[in-house]
């Protein structure tokens, strides 16, 4: 399951890359380098706040290991 899983991640991964080539590519021969700059930094902003802010990611608690005693 696992392996079917990760399969259909990667391949769904790699499938995005032509298409932001792309759409990257348009919006700079449209409105220009620093335009696509400013786009691709808000969109990490905001998928970086969405991640930080979300319940699960605050629930996240660093456990020491436990060391043998001996």
Do not use: H
């Amino acid at each position: 399951m696992q392996g079917r899983y990760f399969g259909v991640d990667q391949l769904g991964s790699l499938g995005v890359i032509p298409i932001g080539q792309v759409v990257g590519a348009f919006l700079i021969q449209t409105s220009g380098v620093r335009f696509e700059y400013s786009v691709a930094a808000a969109g990490l902003l905001v998928s970086g706040l969405l991640f930080i802010l979300s319940k699960d990611m605050r629930s996240l608690r660093y456990v020491r290991p436990s060391t043998p005693r001996g």
